[in-house]
């Protein structure tokens, strides 16, 4: 009896091991308090416990990422990784960020037409007790092609207050379907349609292909997302294609065919070579067709 006792306890162990090897330390933490618990690193811990506390009169605490290994060890939170030699918890600072949380919400619907976001978490990068009354948010450019960044404040008397943000949303993005070559027509039979967590883009995804016809700019590898670097206005003309060109006039409607001397899209103004080597310019009203006005 005794051993399987023993043998249920070191399963139980085991298995109560295993269900936090997934879990990664994170550079830092946001804490409501002085006292320091496990759950405020591990959410909804099944062995909580005080770990540490901050010192009165400071608003951090720093410690090595090895030294708190070693403490969830001892209360039997094993397999958990660490990426960084040292996590700091952050006291947060007793403010109301929801003016912020909206800017952010706005920013982030005016570059997606179809995001879902689910959260947006604001921290300061210090301890505050208080924001003024009156104040303007800023945020890079850029920023909405990642999931998280920095922020500010300005003040009345332009002092700069920085937050961090991250923002836990969906977004509707383009993949391709298979490999596709430079200056592949983009299509419903070519790509599809997905949506994906917002993580981090290094251009911004493309949100629609009938707005204007597409083609790939470059080589495209299966399953990628297709973003506004990769793609351009379809081209309606190849250089040395035949184009059908029409001039129409009062009396008379007189359609000839001439040799594209370069590419085009809908609305360029090309030079077209007729047969008997005369150049004209053309404008491109279609594929393959042009007219001279």
Do not use: C, W
């Amino acid at each position: 009896m005794f051993k399987k006792i023993t043998l249920l306890l070191l399963l139980t162990n085991f298995l109560f091991a295993n269900n936090f090897a997934h879990i990664k330390l994170q550079s830092t933490y946001y804490v409501d308090s002085d006292d320091i618990y496990i759950s405020h690193i591990i959410k909804d811990a099944p062995r909580n416990k005080k770990i540490y506390k901050i010192n009165n009169g400071k608003y951090t605490k720093r410690v090595k990422s090895q030294d708190l290994l070693k403490v969830l060890r001892e209360n039997g939170y094993r397999g958990i990784e660490a990426e960084t030699s040292y996590v700091k918890f952050v006291k947060s600072s007793p403010i109301d960020t929801s003016k912020i949380v909206n800017h952010v919400r706005l920013y982030y619907q005016r570059h997606y037409k179809n995001i879902e976001i689910k959260d947006i978490k604001i921290q300061t990068r210090g301890f505050i007790e208080s924001l003024p009354e009156s104040y303007v948010v800023e945020i890079r450019g850029d920023a909405y092609l990642a999931k998280d960044g920095i922020l500010s404040i300005k003040t009345p008397k332009n002092k700069k207050i920085y937050f961090n943000f991250i923002v836990d949303a969906k977004v509707f993005v383009y993949v391709t379907r298979e490999t596709l070559t430079r200056a592949t027509k983009l299509s419903a039979l070519n790509t599809f349609k997905k949506s994906i967590i917002l993580d981090r883009f290094m251009a911004k995804p493309i949100e629609e292909l009938d707005e204007k016809p597409l083609q790939s700019r470059h080589h495209l590898q299966k399953d990628s997302i297709i973003t506004t670097r990769d793609i351009e206005i379809l081209s309606m003309v190849r250089r040395h294609e035949s184009v059908s060109v029409s001039m129409d006039s009062k009396n008379m409607s007189i359609t000839f065919n001439a040799k594209a001397l370069q590419d085009a899209k809908m609305g360029d103004i090309i030079m077209v070579e007729k047969s008997n080597g005369t150049k004209l310019k053309v404008q491109i009203v279609g594929k393959n067709r042009g007219i001279i006005k």
